[in-house]
């Protein structure tokens, strides 16, 4: 999923900070250099967007207009998080017209995403528990509670109740991890976020790296959530 993106930026940011005088100059110097870039990415992300939603009146259905605001959700997964729920919230509603079960449960997941990053806990667990897990891959449900996880210990900040959410994360993400094919991007995503959580953030690093320097979305993040 293209949410991965977002936390992936952020730990590798993180985990360049540790490792800033080492190896790692050449790539320091690849995010300079995007980082610099920050302006000029901004400002085409806004021209993309408004194009977009110029584009709303001229569809002609339901699965047109779903489309269309999926594709905005996809320009503001990487520029403005909050902007997203209008649309989600939009696209829900198609899904309810159309009686389409896929659209709904892609909407609610977003959602659930959503609140999480802005700490809408309680909503978003609202809206797993109202999930059918055999509705849906069992990945794509592990994958958002691990995210809901991660963003509620970090919003929580409080050992008392951060050992207890990081042992439910760990059973989803070891859950999504025995589903992923080993050698996917998805799994090597998973597996460095788990080894820098065991305190190996040099291997996290070395996987981490590899994925950033062929993923130009991914250069893309750091841009816009690095700083």
């Given at each position: 999923m293209k949410h991965t993106l977002c936390f992936i930026t952020?730990?590798?940011?993180?985990l360049l900070d540790l490792y800033a005088n080492n190896e790692n100059d050449s790539l320091l110097k690849?995010?300079?250099?995007?980082?610099?870039?920050?302006?000029?990415?901004?400002e085409k992300k806004e021209a993309t967007i408004k194009e977009l939603k110029a584009k709303k009146k001229e569809q002609k259905t339901l699965d047109d207009m779903y489309r269309l605001n999926s594709e905005i959700l996809h320009q503001y997964e990487t520029f403005v998080c909050d902007s997203a729920e209008q649309y989600i919230n939009e696209n829900i509603e198609i899904a309810k017209k159309l009686d389409n079960k896929t659209?709904?449960?892609?909407?609610?997941?977003?959602?659930?995403?959503?609140?999480?990053?802005?700490?809408?806990?309680?909503?978003?667990?609202?809206?797993?528990?109202?999930i059918n897990c055999s509705d849906l891959?069992?990945?794509?449900?592990?994958?958002?509670?691990?995210?809901?996880?991660?963003?509620?210990?970090?919003?929580?900040?409080?050992?008392?109740?951060?050992?207890?959410?990081?042992?439910?994360?760990?059973?989803?993400r070891d859950t999504v991890m025995s589903i992923l094919y080993d050698a996917s991007e998805e799994y090597s995503k998973e597996r460095?976020?788990?080894?820098?959580?065991?305190?190996?953030?040099?291997?996290?690093?070395?996987i981490l790296t590899k994925i950033y320097q062929k993923e130009k979305e991914l250069k893309q993040w750091f841009i816009m959530k690095y700083l």
């Open positions: 952020i730990l590798l940011g993180s690849v995010l300079d250099k995007v980082i610099s870039e920050r302006l000029v990415y901004t659209y709904l449960l892609e909407g609610r997941l977003q959602l659930a995403f959503v609140y999480s990053l802005s700490g809408l806990f309680i909503q978003a667990n609202d809206i797993f528990k109202s891959p069992s990945h794509l449900y592990c994958w958002n509670r691990i995210r809901y996880y991660e963003n509620l210990i970090k919003y929580t900040d409080d050992a008392r109740f951060a050992s207890e959410y990081l042992i439910e994360k760990e059973a989803y460095a976020i788990k080894l820098q959580d065991q305190g190996n953030t040099k291997e996290a690093l070395k």
